[in-house]
């Protein structure tokens, strides 16, 4: 029964893998040391610094670096920490853009000082505000964290399902006796560049993310795209819970994101 378990879980790898594969998404320019400029440490960094107050916890101090896109990224902890407290703004199906990206457990996830993440449980990111925002970062955060490997990925297996009732019992046995390794191919992308809410009402929410693509093996690319990943969110009375299903709908690549087909871009 557990190889049974272990091998859904892996079909569901394997089928996110080679949406980002297929789109793009992780096809990043090698630089000499063999790392790729979408991975969060890479010879695009800029500056680092020290401070000993971080924006809602005074005791932090952080490291400061820039992605490939030179958008800053912040370093308070392995797990990361909120920036503030719930306490979402106007209404609760538009995207409240403000936003910080900061590491935890070495992926670019995504922090507001109103819609959460607004603690840490179990060693990750959470508490999430219930609206169209809280859900967009809870979405791109737990997708990421999932493929984290050990711990990280059992903690949040179960703010995730695989639609009916046994699908996501095999999923989360199969992380629970899962092994340390993760997949940098789904935990190392950059940061989404916008945002776009497809759905919308108390119990459900999708999201599109726009996630800019650099070039390929063979170097940057002249032509601004970006690849579509989607988040299908789930309200179940006190947190969002992630459809792994609508990792299946990812895979579009688009070359424009503006307002009038209702992207919002992420200000950083």
């Not at 440490?41 to 020290?50: F, V």
């Not at 900061?102 to 999430?128: C, F, M, N």
């Not at 219930?130 to 859900?135: F, L, M, P, R, V």
């Not at 629970?176 to 935990?187: P, Y």
Request: glycine share 8%; with cysteine; net charge negative.
């Amino acid at each position: 029964m557990m190889d049974k378990k272990k091998n859904y879980l892996w079909v569901i790898i394997v089928a996110v893998i080679a949406v980002v594969a297929v789109v793009g998404a992780v096809l990043f320019m090698r630089s000499s040391d063999g790392s790729a400029p979408g991975d969060q440490a890479t010879s695009q960094t800029s500056t680092t610094s020290t401070s000993s107050a971080a924006p809602g916890n005074s005791k932090s101090s952080k490291t400061l670096s820039t992605d490939i896109w030179g958008r800053k990224i912040v370093s308070r902890s392995e797990t990361g920490e909120p920036i503030g407290k719930l306490n979402p703004q106007g209404d609760s199906c538009a995207i409240t853009p403000e936003v910080e990206i900061q590491t935890a457990h070495g992926a670019a996830t995504l922090w507001s000082r109103t819609d959460g993440p607004s603690e840490i449980k179990e060693g990750v990111p959470s508490g999430y505000a219930h609206t169209a925002t809280g859900a967009a970062l809870a979405g791109w955060n737990n997708r990421l964290l999932l493929f984290a490997g050990g711990d990280v990925s059992r903690a949040i297996s179960n703010v995730v399902t695989a639609g009916d009732e046994q699908k996501t019992e095999e999923l989360r046995s199969s992380f629970a006796a899962g092994s340390d390794d993760s997949s940098q191919a789904l935990t190392k992308l950059t940061a989404p560049e916008a945002v776009r809410v497809l759905s919308c009402d108390d119990e459900f929410v999708v999201v599109d993310f726009a996630h800019k693509i650099f070039g390929d093996e063979n170097g940057k690319s002249d032509v601004m795209q970006w690849d579509i990943m989607r988040a299908s969110m789930q309200w179940n009375g006190s947190e969002w819970v992630l459809d792994l299903r609508s990792f299946q709908q990812s895979g579009e690549v688009i070359t424009s994101i503006n307002s009038v087909d209702g992207w919002t871009k992420w200000q950083y």
